[in-house]
């Protein structure tokens, strides 16, 4: 299939010819019999040849990717609100409104063995969609949502049958690209995207500094559009990364600690022309973006 046949609006509509299977993590089992896959704000169910899917957001948000490669054609269709409810594995739940629904449409049969690897295929291209916006859960990089989903469609009466769905294959090389364009595509729908994280306010809130906390190290003296000039400032945005990433190096055990916070100071007192206090690396950083953002 291809995008031809995904129409979003009110509720997502994917229209299907031919028998097709279905599995994935919002049904128990395999669904077969269906016609039509719907994305919208009713209860998930499966009645009359149509395959509904629940979720809290917009549905018109949702973006399609469609990629082929001889007889095989990969189409991802993704419901993607990465703005809150970011999670990392292995660490204690969140709480937000924030969800991901990924569909994947693959023209051949599968068995059930290989439709289980595309998930996990499809599930890495959702965690380097999130890692590529540099999205974190507290100090750490984040890996997923709240609340994440992923359906697996094959087709079963086209006599072409595949085994690999891996990354080491050509169908999961597709399933990866497509599902990461579609992800990314709808997460900028929804408020999220490469140029909404360029903020030095926003990247300092997530290593435990606040815009409040940034005021009270140094009270404003200039206006809220010099503040929001300087807070996307390119040369500077680019300078307090390099100082944050050596801050997570160092957490890694990557950087020996001294040697990571002479480097940083280094930086902070060539990008902000300042000389940092003798502090923690952080703290440092801090006060150097609290006199720059809000001092004339």
């Known amino acids: 299939m291809t995008k031809d046949a995904v129409s979003i609006g009110d509720y997502v509509s994917i ?26 704000n009713s209860p998930t169910s499966s009645s009359d040849g149509v395959l509904s ?8 948000r949702s973006s399609v990717s469609s990629m ?26 969140t709480e937000g409104d924030g969800e991901v629904l990924l569909i994947v449409l693959v023209d051949a049969d599968m068995p059930v063995s290989t439709m289980a690897r595309a998930m996990i295929t499809a599930n890495e291209g959702v965690t380097a969609v999130i890692q590529d916006l540099g999205l974190r859960y507290g100090s750490a990089f984040a890996t997923g949502s709240v609340r994440q989903d992923i359906l697996i469609v094959c087709r079963k009466d086209l006599g072409f049958r595949l085994r690999g769905s891996g990354n080491h294959c ?4 597709l399933i990866g690209a497509t599902a990461i364009e579609a992800v990314r595509k709808s997460a900028s729908h929804n408020g999220v995207s490469i140029e909404t994280r360029r903020s030095i306010i926003d990247r300092m809130a997530e290593y435990g500094y606040t815009k409040d906390d940034l005021l009270a190290i140094c009270p404003p003296s200039v206006s809220e559009d010099v503040v929001l000039a300087r ?37 902070i ?12 690396l952080i703290d440092s950083l801090a006060e150097s973006v609290a006199r720059y953002l809000f001092m004339r």
């Open 15 to 40: 229209k299907l010819d031919g028998v097709h299977e279905a599995f994935g993590s919002m049904f128990d089992g395999i669904q077969s019999g269906f016609k039509e896959i719907r994305i919208g």
């Open 53 to 60: 899917i629940g979720i809290k957001g917009d549905p018109s």
């Open 68 to 93: 082929e490669f001889t007889k095989n054609s990969v189409t991802a269709v993704a419901f993607a609100d990465l703005s809150s409810g970011i999670i990392r594995s292995g660490l204690k739940g």
């Open 170 to 173: 050509k169908l999961g090389e």
């Open 231 to 267: 807070d996307s400032d390119g040369r500077m945005l680019s300078g307090v990364l390099s100082v944050l990433h050596i801050c997570d190096c160092i957490g890694w055990g990557l950087i020996p600690e001294a040697e990571g916070t002479k480097a940083g100071r280094d930086i």
């Open 269 to 280: 007192r060539t990008v902000f022309g300042t000389v940092p206090a003798e502090r923690r």
